[in-house]
């Protein structure tokens, strides 16, 4: 697998509750991406980073914001989770026009 | 929204069978990308292909692409059991990627 770190693996909170959930890459890679995955949708893109503090909404931005301070960082965060925010949501790495590389994954549920 | 919408969406064949998997997109693109995924994983990368190839080859994977019809297909020769898995097509243009839904297959031993 390409480096990249997904944490936690699993949470589940409340809704109300913040919650943040961290991407980890050794690649250096300038691209870097969270989607979610739900049943029938498939991947839908949050947001997106091109570069340090360079980032940009995807197509379910809503309810959501990242942070990218460093190259190997980046985090999203839920600021006040709701239950439609129960999902399974990927981090994702890229490199120039090369493929995505993708982590294994963070299974939210938000009671 | 999806750009890419894989038919079927679940499909099931014995081992040894060919596995065909079909995607349909709507606008132009640079690129296609095929991505497996297995239960409890993250996406794969399988295999690109580029708007200006018609098909290409890697091990018992071949793809197809045809820009007039605006659709790809992926094909799995002599399915295993280990090839149980969903698979996803994604389109590339202008800096964006999107995913379709996927399709499930299932290859009984």
């Known amino acids: 697998d390409a480096g990249i770190t997904q944490s936690p693996r699993h949470k589940v909170t409340e809704t109300g509750t913040p919650v943040t959930l961290r991407c980890h890459q050794t690649e250096n890679h300038r691209y870097m991406y969270w989607y979610r995955q739900d049943p029938g949708h498939g991947l839908r893109l949050i947001h997106y980073s091109y570069g340090v503090k360079d980032t940009d909404k995807g197509e379910v931005s809503d309810g959501y914001s990242v942070s990218r301070s460093k190259t190997e960082d980046f985090l999203l965060t839920l600021e006040s989770a709701t239950s439609s925010q129960t999902s399974v949501y990927f981090c994702a790495i890229r490199d120039q026009d090369r493929p995505q590389h993708f982590g294994d994954g963070t299974r939210l549920s938000i009671l | 929204s999806q750009q890419g919408e894989e038919d079927p969406q679940a499909l099931s064949i014995q081992e040894g069978e060919n596995a065909t998997m079909n995607c349909s997109y709507k606008t132009s693109i640079n690129n296609l990308q095929w991505y497996r995924q297995n239960s409890g994983r993250g996406l794969v990368h399988l295999i690109l292909?580029?708007?200006?190839?018609r098909e290409k080859h890697s091990g018992r994977l071949r793809v197809t692409l045809d820009t007039s019809k605006k659709s790809s297909s992926l094909l799995i020769t002599a399915s295993r059991a280990a090839d149980t898995a969903s698979y996803f097509c994604?389109?590339?243009?202008?800096?964006?990627?999107?995913f379709g839904a996927g399709t499930r297959l299932t290859v009984k031993p």
């Open positions: 292909i580029r708007s200006n190839e």
């Open positions: 994604a389109t590339y243009a202008n800096n964006d990627m999107r």
